[in-house]
């Protein structure tokens, strides 16, 4: 099998970042990136600030900002939108460091609105450095990887993270690692389809001004630091790792948010989403492969609940964020619901074997329900990043979303189990400088 990184020759082998690297016959060291060097601007996120008000309102004291942990930037790359956080914690003897890539755009009359990716950092996952443009050198922050230049590609007009898998690599220092983004790519091509009487509009990439329903399929780049990425051309003719299905198949209109999970040597697993225009209803489906690029299809394994009840996620799940518990190895998916009239919470789910049998841990109410009154999450969550904090004394769940609130403003937020408890989540509050 060939596989290219503009272009990088050769099949990786994959292991976790904690195994001894095997052999890789890909010299990473030898990459080229796309991004455009320039000076960026680097802020801490300690308070919020309204853009109708142009006051700042403190995160410990402000309940209408109960849970929020990342707003928008100010005068920046990210200032028109937030979302789909892909957060990874780092422990050493002396530190302890978070990563967070998620998407951000901004728009004017001369650039409309364009996804791109962005890196955030913190030292405890609650208070964040971001940058206001493109990075530059291995310490910075900010846009991290835009839309592809090439007129083919299946990731021209936006990109948006779906997950990082940590590898090593014969190539690279022994204490280095490799990261692997599995991202969503979008075309310009749209895709006509009946709705089946939905009650909203359906739209992809999802925003709130629009509902055009546009052809994404899953990517993959690579990088050494986390903030300079190569992509990897799959075997679709767009540089994408597969395509959607056959007109009779669920996945026919797009493919979004691949979350890949490493079970074991020659064993990953990509769960991601799509909507069923036969039967109206968002699904979860999986895909396998054996070193990561090439991808067999397994199927469609979660979908929406039409038993006449009213629940979170009537009309389907989508966004699928997939953990293995350390304490007894099940496998727990954290999703977003939709229910009838498009409102997004958040809901869980486990498996034994992460592949059939996923059992949802409330019979109909979400783990995490949108903000009341004029919260700044009122509108919907969803896009959840789920971290086990694996503590000596205090086994936790965080859990990270995105929130959108009054006319599509969205952020990212926090919120917390209590204890190794699953079935519901507080959202932080009491955040102090």
Same mark, same amino acid.
């Given at each position: ?82 979302? $789909? ?36 950092? $913190? ?71 009946? $709705? ?6 359906? +739209? ?149 074997? +992460? ?26 969550? +969803? ?27 969205? +952020? ?22």
């Amino acid at each position: 099998m060939e596989a290219n990184v503009n272009k990088l020759h050769g099949t990786p082998s994959i292991v976790t970042a904690s195994s001894t690297a095997r052999r890789h016959r890909s010299s990473i060291l030898s990459l080229h990136y796309r991004n455009k060097r320039v000076s960026p601007s680097v802020t801490r996120c300690s308070t919020t600030r309204s853009n109708e008000t142009g006051q700042d309102s403190s995160l410990s004291t402000s309940s209408l900002k109960k849970g929020l942990v990342f707003d928008l930037g100010t005068d920046s790359w990210d200032s028109e939108e937030v979302g $789909s956080p892909v957060v990874k914690r780092f422990l050493s003897d002396n530190e302890e460091r978070w990563y967070m890539w998620y998407h951000g755009s901004t728009s004017s009359e001369q650039n409309p609105v364009s996804d791109s990716v962005g890196l955030a950092v $913190s030292n405890n996952g609650i208070h964040w450095e971001r940058g206001k443009g493109k990075v530059e050198s291995t310490d910075d922050v900010g846009l991290v990887m835009g839309s592809c230049e090439d007129w083919w590609a299946f990731d021209k007009a936006n990109v948006r993270p779906g997950e990082v898998v940590i590898m090593s690599s014969s190539k690279v220092r022994a204490d280095s690692s490799v990261y692997w983004m599995y991202y969503t790519g979008y075309t310009t091509e749209t895709v006509e389809f009946q $709705s089946q009487g939905l009650n909203f509009e359906l +739209g992809n990439p999802e925003r709130f001004e629009k509902a055009s329903v546009f052809r994404s399929l899953p990517g993959l780049a690579i990088s050494q630091d986390g903030r300079h990425w190569a992509r990897i051309e799959g075997e679709h003719h767009s540089g994408a790792l597969f395509d959607v299905g056959s007109e009779k198949d669920w996945d026919f209109l797009y493919i979004a948010s691949p979350h890949v999970v490493f079970h074991g040597s020659g064993d990953l697993r990509m769960y991601y989403h799509s909507f069923d225009a036969k039967t109206g209803e968002f699904c979860i489906g999986m895909a396998r492969s054996r070193e990561g690029i090439k991808w067999v299809k397994f199927g469609k394994i979660l979908g929406g609940r039409k038993e006449g009840l009213l629940c979170f996620d009537e009309i389907g799940v989508r966004y699928p964020c997939v953990t293995r518990n350390k304490r007894d190895g099940s496998y727990v998916m954290a999703y977003e619901g939709v229910d009838r009239n498009g409102k997004m919470s958040i809901g869980l789910a486990v498996s034994e074997d +992460g592949i059939k049998d996923w059992r949802r841990v409330q019979d109909v109410g979400a783990v995490l329900d949108v903000g009341e009154g004029g919260a700044w999450d009122n509108e919907g969550v +969803g896009c959840p990043y789920l971290i086990e904090m694996d503590g000596d004394t205090d086994h936790q769940w965080r859990l990270y979303y995105r929130g959108v609130g009054n006319g599509g403003r969205t +952020g990212i937020g926090l919120a917390v189990s209590e204890g190794n408890e699953i079935t519901k989540f507080t959202k932080q509050t009491g955040i102090c400088l």
